[in-house]
């Protein structure tokens, strides 16, 4: 593991690529890891001891893409949250290395954070970067981006917030595509974020190391949408039922035999994704007054 080897004051790579922010000397680092999201919503001021716009980071994985954002963006506050474990624990220790005590990692699914633990219109912007596309059939109800989940990051948007989208899954960004300019103000981006022109993420540089094309885009909330209609145009629009390609598997392969340092290690690791396993429950977002 990279991170407890790294010398005090030096940078991180990856993959050869540097991990924004430097280690810091061990009476510096941050402490930024919840042991577990407390009940009900949550209070963002009281969760980062201090008030300002909030960016969730849904399946940050090895936390490089909120890292990034996080040294760039100190005026905000950053949570990342993930579904396993091992990925967030690397994360905390490189957000706690950095000092960077506006972030905050958690091990939780994005649909069950937004549904049960975030106020709605409270949020600045969600990025979710290369969701889980899952393969078999009998998954197809596990992949994250749905109606219902874009639903969910409109409600948890403050008017006008900002939605981040990236994968590279062609079916998947088709999909994509069809179903959120419904609920934002959504663009493409052909060129990599200007923050991270190597790659805002492990997966991206790895599939562009492969020679694959990703597909990239962000947005604002739309304005113009009443509950009670979003509602029902999530619930009558089709579920993400593409073509898995598993020519990509190949990818996720290589993605597993790495640990997330960036070293290949033989330890099996998931892809980021964000979603949940309890997901199957079919649950609308609630109302919040």
């Not at 090895?62 to 996080?70: D, E, I, K, Q, V």
């Not at 994360?91 to 506006?102: D, F, I």
Request: proline share 7%.
């Amino acid at each position: 593991m990279t991170d407890s080897s790294a010398p005090v004051s030096s940078i991180e790579k990856e993959f050869g690529v540097p991990i924004p922010g430097a280690i810091l000397p061990e009476d510096q680092w941050a402490k930024t890891a919840l042991k577990k999201v407390p009940e009900g919503l949550l209070n963002w001021a009281e969760l980062f001891g201090r008030v300002a716009p909030v960016l969730i980071d849904v399946g940050c994985g090895n936390g490089r893409s909120m890292l990034t954002s996080a040294v760039a963006r100190p005026e905000m506050n950053h949570l990342g949250i993930d579904i396993l474990p091992v990925v967030i624990r690397y994360a905390t220790r490189r957000g706690n290395q950095r000092g960077l005590a506006n972030t905050r990692w958690a091990v939780i699914g994005g649909r069950e954070f937004l549904l049960n633990h975030v106020e709605a219109g409270s949020v600045a912007e969600i990025h979710c970067y290369h969701p889980q596309p899952y393969y078999r059939q009998d998954q197809v109800s596990l992949r994250l981006i749905t109606p219902e989940f874009l639903l969910l990051i409109h409600r948890a948007l403050a008017p006008g917030g900002r939605v981040v989208l990236q994968t590279d899954h062609p079916g998947y960004w088709k999909y994509m595509l069809s179903v959120v300019s419904l609920f934002f103000e959504f663009s493409e981006r052909q060129m990599p974020w200007p923050n991270a022109v190597k790659g805002i993420t492990r997966r991206e540089i790895i599939a562009r190391r492969q020679g694959l094309t990703i597909f990239r885009g962000d947005g604002t909330a739309r304005t113009d949408l009443i509950l009670e209609d979003a509602m029902a145009l999530a619930e009558s629009l089709p579920l993400p039922t593409f073509n898995a390609d598993r020519r990509l598997q190949a990818l996720d392969q290589i993605e597993r035999e790495i640990s997330p340092s960036g070293n290949s290690s033989g330890r099996t690791h998931s892809r980021r994704g964000g979603a949940q396993k309890s997901r199957q429950r079919k649950r609308g977002p609630r109302r919040t007054s």
